[in-house]
């Protein structure tokens, strides 16, 4: 376990050639530091210019900038030096400053002590994971707007409007035989506009964790009809072996391929033949269901030899012929391609991002949520929707379960529960120095 | 005097239960009260259950306790709250007849070979390096005791008020404990004033009971206990409701300075779900009417309890008000309502067994920790009562945890959030309320009571034989099949979705499915009414049980996460000052405890944590 009162330095900036890197040294007290570099005063938000020795024949010249804890990223005392952008200065840099007593910091402890000083909640410690792995505009808008507490906000309007629905439950519970306001149908009203209000959030945090996570889209269908030369088609890539051989895909492959400016992460599923003895090949069977299950899209491919060919998904599902081009008669029910012919492409990448159901403002109102807030999200929506189906004044007791958990859920996202997540998962997935 | 192990000081209801318990774990223990006669009182209204309550009655008569075999022994009307509702908060209360209480507890109590009952008044507890070890009386003697229970309800530093009257005292007609209130204080504990009131009692025979509306006892009749039946019951009585009006308002905004409460005169807190009248009509100026319960306060009793009026006005203010209510327009006060205002205990400073942290083998229960009612208190004197004699016997202590009971969530409460008003038990403060149902209460607690041997084997084999039933009974639904016929007729019946090839057991999941509905349609004969609705909620509960249970695995991950003894909380690097102060105060033994404290930030506990994990680094290093 670290140390969490010691002075911590790490390079903030990417490691490699720039123009400028950035240094960064976090501490309960860092006045020591301003004397050994002879600064007399570490003046607060105010930046210097200062000649560094970093050993006998080498001064580097560096912009000094002190935040004076606890108003800093961090809450304790900040320096900030700039130096110029190669990775050797910034390990002298580092390393004279070890000798002068500071420690190299581990990933994300300056987050973490941003954290434990009360700077941050732990939404905003994971948006600012989230904006600094950002790979889009969208996502990069979406995790700001996190880390601006937005969505920390809406969590907090919801459980607010819990805690209201909750109220009128308990007390007709609890003081029953007082004479308290008996409106249940008012109630369910009230429930099932919240239960909306709150579908329509998460379809919205769905389109964000696509933003951020992207979209798990599983091909599947009978061997041999063209499900990797789909993938490679989608990804301009040979990334899987494309041969004649029906069950040349045992493995699952996985690509990404941009489409709009949602990330697709495409899995190529073996070809499904229950028949098959190979055990090889029915371990891939079993992935492929697997992957089934977790998937947010499947796009099952048949070609005009196998139309008969229909599975049931219980995920959105595009379904496409191939080899059109070698039949007369079209296949209404699917959009028709030809991939060696390169023809349906176009239609099926609009369909792939019609079917998300991603709200027109995408990338406006959105919020950087990860799968673990989508996750609680899902089960709050399922703890609203059972409450909605209790249809009697009979079964209170059984309603105001189903908010309470709701309304505890709901809190986890703001910050988990046990010990183990609260301090483990996301501090340890921050890079160094952030 | 002769020497006993446990001395408890008080004979309320947390005092009877905690002798009645030390008692039964053969414990040679002593009560010592300034009254004989007011032993098992019932100071407020004489009721005993109520919403959340009643939970707390049936467990303590699953632990083997004496309030629930009592109130049924004084019951003179019982109703079931809730009854519409689900089986989680359905809950029981009765009215008492307050002499047959009394003197049933008396019986119950006196019948103790081991207990011995003083009359006396204690002015201290003797200490010596911070334990205490007996008591001495106000006349100078003194009581050995390795443990020693302290129950003193109201009476510590207890000020009377009506209107601008004031007197001390703890009850009306008794004195107040102040020589023992002084003790205390120097003991350095943390402490507050609280208030509660009664309503002005009326004589009977001067209410006009024809304009009022009747409520009957309920049938078939509840009862509170396991052990008893409704043949133990008294005859039965009626309650009544009337109304307050405009015209009452009007008379007590007229008088409103002159209440104690208003004039500054009180500073303790009362319980918001309590309010005096005065408060009620302050509060909530838009109502022109309150509902008033006219309750009985025994068979021969020639006064009546109007529930709801509690007030400490001026007594020529209670008196119109009082007359302008309907039915009570003749009506004589016999006694006036009184607002007591009395010194509390901040329970934070008390261990889950009820030891107090500061002073060793010095137990507190009841009022004195910021409780009102008397089934919270009786509660309390159960746990201490039993703690104060598994320690003697270097037992482990019993802990009663939020998934088991009402007990649980009430001492855990205590000790974790502490309280501001006077602390009332209510279902909402039960997280597992589906689980902790009155009629469950035994087979949630009987193995507990039986290996702690608080009951009896008669008991025990009788609880044995329900087990078995109600198993019996799950096996027998599980073998119905329902025929076409049958499942058409359901459908007619509840309007039950049809369903062919499903077992009556399941059937009794869904909502819209009763148990009797399913007996009459297969044509059997229903079981007990108490084997039935235990399959039937079980069943009805199921999937809420099941996430109820898996909620608790989680939990108990972190209360599993033990927090060392001999930490000291101002240690903890980076810890804010209020976070110090607030877990020093509580100290938490466990993680799952520290989140409980209200207050403490996410990133307080993470901090709590890394120091844990700090610590605990040194010292596997060292060794």
């Keep these: 376990m670290q140390n969490i009162s010691d002075t911590i330095i790490a390079c903030s900036s990417p490691l490699g050639r720039g123009a400028i890197s950035l240094v960064r040294i976090s501490g309960p007290n860092l006045t020591f530091l301003g004397q050994k570099l002879e600064v007399k005063n570490l003046i607060d938000r105010k930046a210097i210019v200062k000649e560094i020795q970093l050993n006998k024949d080498f001064k580097e010249k560096c912009v000094l900038t002190f935040f004076k804890g606890p108003n800093s990223f961090t809450g304790e005392d900040v320096l900030e030096i700039s130096c110029h952008g190669n990775p050797l200065i910034v390990e002298l840099i580092i390393d004279s400053f070890v000798d002068l007593g500071c420690r190299r910091a581990g990933p994300g402890e300056f987050s973490l002590r941003g954290f434990i000083n009360g700077k941050l909640s732990y939404l905003e410690a994971e948006a600012i994971d989230d904006l600094i792995n950002s790979e889009n505009e969208l996502q990069l808008k979406a995790s700001a707007r996190s880390l601006s507490g937005a969505f920390e906000k809406k969590i907090d309007n919801f459980i607010g409007e819990l805690l209201k629905l909750r109220i009128y439950l308990e007390s007709n519970i609890d003081f029953s035989d007082e004479e308290i306001i008996k409106d249940f149908k008012g109630f369910k009203m009230n429930l099932n506009t919240f239960a909306k209000k709150f579908n329509d959030f998460i379809e919205d945090s769905n389109a964000s964790r696509y933003l951020l996570e992207g979209v798990k889209v599983v091909i599947t269908g009978p061997p041999n009809v063209g499900k990797s030369t789909l993938m490679n088609i989608l990804c301009n890539k040979n990334a899987s072996i494309v041969s004649e051989i029906s069950g040349t895909t045992r493995d699952i492959i996985q690509r990404s391929a941009k489409i709009g400016n949602i990330n697709f992460l495409l899995h190529d599923t073996a070809g499904i033949t229950n028949t098959s003895e190979d055990p090889i090949e029915k371990e891939g069977v079993f992935l492929a269901q697997e992957l089934l299950t977790n998937c947010d899209l499947v796009i099952e491919v048949v070609d005009v030899f196998s139309r008969e060919y229909s599975g049931d998904y219980d995920k959105p599902v595009i379904r496409l012929e191939n080899k059109s081009d070698l039949s007369n008669n079209l296949n209404k029910e699917r959009i028709n391609a030809s991939f060696l012919k390169n023809t349906g492409i176009e239609e099926l990448k609009l369909e792939m991002l019609e079917k998300l159901n991603l709200p027109r403002s995408l990338g406006q109102n959105t919020f950087s949520a990860r799968s673990r807030h989508t996750k609680l999200l899902k089960m709050v929506k399922e703890e609203l929707s059972e409450a909605s189906n209790l249809d009697s004044e009979n079964s209170l007791e059984l309603i105001a379960e189903n908010l309470r958990c709701a309304s505890n859920l709901l809190g986890e996202i703001k910050s988990p529960y046990t010990s183990d997540e609260l301090l483990g998962e996301i501090f340890s997935s921050f890079c160094i120095g952030k | ?623």
């Design chain 2, 1 to 623: 005097m002769d020497k006993f192990e446990i001395i408890i000081i008080g004979g309320g209801h947390a005092g009877v239960e905690a002798a009645f318990a030390c008692a039964r774990l053969n414990k040679k223990s002593c009560l010592i009260t300034n009254s004989l006669s007011d032993i098992g009182k019932m100071s407020c209204n004489p009721a005993i259950g109520g919403i959340g309550k009643s939970h707390l009655v049936k467990e303590i008569d699953a632990m083997g306790g004496l309030m629930g075999i009592a109130a049924d022994f004084a019951g003179i009307h019982f109703r079931v709250l809730n009854a519409s509702k689900g089986a989680a908060v359905r809950a029981t209360r009765s009215q008492s007849d307050r002499v047959l209480y009394s003197n049933k507890v008396k019986d119950i109590i006196n019948s103790e070979h081991l207990l011995t009952v003083v009359n006396c008044e204690v002015s201290e507890v003797l200490l010596s390096n911070d334990e205490a070890h007996g008591v001495k009386l106000t006349n100078g003697e003194t009581i050995h005791s390795k443990k020693v229970i302290l129950t003193a309800g109201t009476f510590l530093n207890g000020k009377l008020f009506t209107g601008e009257e004031e007197q001390e005292g703890g009850r009306i007609g008794d004195k107040p404990s102040k020589k023992l209130a002084d003790f205390l204080l120097s003991l350095d504990l943390k402490s507050g004033r609280l208030k509660t009131g009664t309503p002005p009692r009326i004589a009977a025979r001067t209410v006009n009971w024809a304009v009022t509306k009747e409520q009957p006892s309920d049938f078939p009749r509840p009862t509170m206990s396991f052990v008893t039946n409704d043949r133990v019951h008294p005859k039965q009585m009626s309650c009544y409701i009337t109304r307050t009006n405009t015209r009452t308002h009007e008379i007590i905004m007229e008088g409103i300075e002159k209440s104690p409460m208003f004039s500054g005169k009180i500073e303790g807190l009362g319980p918001r779900y309590c309010p005096s009248i005065e408060d009620k009509i302050h509060r909530f100026s838009d109502k022109d009417s309150h509902q008033i319960f006219i309750e009985p306060e025994g068979l021969t009793s020639k006064e009546i309890y109007p529930n709801g009026i509690s007030t400490s006005m001026p007594k020529q203010i209670q008196q119109r008000m009082v007359n302008s209510i309907q039915g009570f327009e003749e009506a004589v006060i016999t006694k006036y309502g009184y607002a007591v205002e009395y010194d509390f205990f901040d329970p934070r400073e008390l261990n889950h067994t009820l030891e107090t942290k500061k002073i060793k083998n010095l137990y507190f229960a009841g009022q004195i920790n910021g409780t009102t009612g008397y089934e919270e208190a009786a509660a309390q004197g159960l746990v201490a009562g039993i703690n104060a004699s598994l320690t003697i016997d270097e037992k482990q202590p019993w802990v009663p945890k939020r998934e088991e009971s009402y007990i649980g969530v009430l001492i855990d409460d205590l000790v974790t959030l502490g309280t501001k008003e006077p602390y009332r038990m209510f279902t909402s403060r039960a997280e597992h309320r589906l689980l902790l149902r009155e009629d469950n209460a035994d087979q949630r607690l009987s193995p507990i009571a039986k290996k702690l041997g608080l009951i009896n084997d008669k008991r025990w084999m009788n609880f044995n034989k329900k087990l078995e039933d109600i198993e019996k009974e799950k096996e027998r639904l599980k073998n119905f099949k329902l025929s076409p016929y049958q499942i058409n007729k359901l459908h007619k019946k509840s309007k039950a979705k049809r369903q062919t090839g499903v077992s009556a057991f399941e059937l009794l999941k869904r909502p819209e499915i009763t148990y009797e509905d399913l007996c009459e349609i297969l044509n059997i004969s229903p079981e007990k009414s108490e084997i039935a609705l235990d399959v039937t909620t079980n069943q009805k509960y199921s999937g809420y049980i099941q996430r109820q249970k898996k909620e608790i695995k989680k939990v108990k991950k972190n209360e599993n996460a033990l927090i060392p003894e001999q930490i000291d909380f101002n240690q903890i690097e980076g810890l804010s000052n209020e976070s110090k102060q607030k877990l020093s105060l509580v100290k938490p033994k466990t993680l799952a405890h520290a989140q409980r404290i209200p207050g403490l930030t996410p990133a307080a506990i993470s901090l709590l944590l890394v120091h844990i994990k700090k610590k605990s680094l040194q010292k596997d290093n060292v060794a």
